[in-house]
């Protein structure tokens, strides 16, 4: 993979923010987080411009609207300890009109500064030291460095990918990069990509498959959806599994409560979210996943 560098900076913007609207409603929810200083459960609720808040016993809290902000929101991450906030940031990725990253400040005022993305932000991750990376409608690596009030994006322009718009997603866990291009996964060393010296595969090599949205556990373990073959994988160490598959329909985002094993997955054409336990051998390798509920 080759790249090419640009620095920007970003604008800051304060939008207003909206009352919250009637509990269990979806329109199209995409991307999926996990707040692990709560247990809460953010949702990209792409087709109605809102972020919907569920708590860990799965009770609906607050919608977040933002009215200079979101666009058809489809990416969330959380940085835990993130420096715009005690309760730390989320950031939200829009591919609208106004295709843009907005971010909150959690557990104290709701602050939100608007940058634009170079296209569409399909794919967001935490990396060190509060880095975050951008897959920008799978195509761009874009890589931010975020400090109080000022964000600073380091453009890179990936050409080696054989990636499908909206296909794409990103995660990073010990060091370790995963890039998902709708056709394979790729791993990189992080420190060689944030040095703009990147190696491919330098982990376990690629898998095949499309992907929309991955996350990690506690051990290291990638869950990807892969919505051509309506599964959920997991890549370990030692290789690849199918932990769910023959799904009703496409699944897209993916979160993990790790803290108490709970997997969260999103279907945007049924407007639902399923949750499931997963389960783990004595090596702490996913075994399986068990159906808990719904959400609706």
């Known amino acids: 993979m080759k790249l090419s560098h640009l620095i920007k900076t970003a604008a800051i913007i304060l939008p207003a923010m909206t009352a919250p609207v009637a509990a269990g409603t979806f329109s199209q929810p995409a991307g999926l987080a996990v707040d692990p200083n709560t247990g809460n459960l953010y949702v990209a609720n792409q087709l109605s411009n809102k972020v919907i808040v569920f708590d860990k016993n799965f009770a609906q809290q607050t919608n977040l609207t933002i009215t200079a902000g979101l666009d058809q929101p489809i990416s969330l991450a959380i940085d835990p300890a993130g420096v715009l906030g ?12 106004r295709a843009r990253i907005t971010t909150y400040a959690l557990g104290s005022t709701q602050i939100s500064t608007n940058f634009f993305a170079a296209f569409r932000p399909y794919a967001l991750a935490i990396g060190s030291g509060h880095v975050l990376y951008d897959f920008d409608n799978a195509t761009t690596l874009n890589i931010y460095s975020t400090t109080f009030g000022t964000v600073t994006l380091q453009s890179y322009a990936s050409t080696g990918l054989q990636s499908s718009p909206g296909l794409g997603a990103i995660g990073l866990n010990n060091g370790v990069f995963y890039i998902g291009d709708g056709q394979r996964v790729e791993v990189f060393s992080e420190p060689q990509l944030l040095a703009n010296k990147v190696q491919g595969n330098s982990a376990s090599g690629p898998i095949a498959g499309s992907t929309f ?8 373990n990638a869950f990807i959806t892969d919505p051509t073959n309506k599964a959920v994988v997991v890549r370990t160490v030692p290789g690849a599994l199918t932990l769910i598959q023959n799904l009703s329909s496409f699944p897209s985002g993916i979160a993990l409560d790790k803290a108490r094993n709970r997997l969260f997955v999103s279907f945007p054409s049924l407007n639902m979210i399923n949750v499931y336990t997963v389960t783990y051998d004595a090596n702490n390798l996913p075994t399986g996943a068990t159906f808990v509920k719904s959400l609706k």
Do not use: K, Q
């Not at 005690?86 to 950031?91: N, R």
């Open 86 to 97: 005690a309760g730390g940031v989320l950031y939200v990725g829009n591919i609208g009109v």
């Open 213 to 220: 949205a991955m996350t990690f556990d506690n051990f290291h």
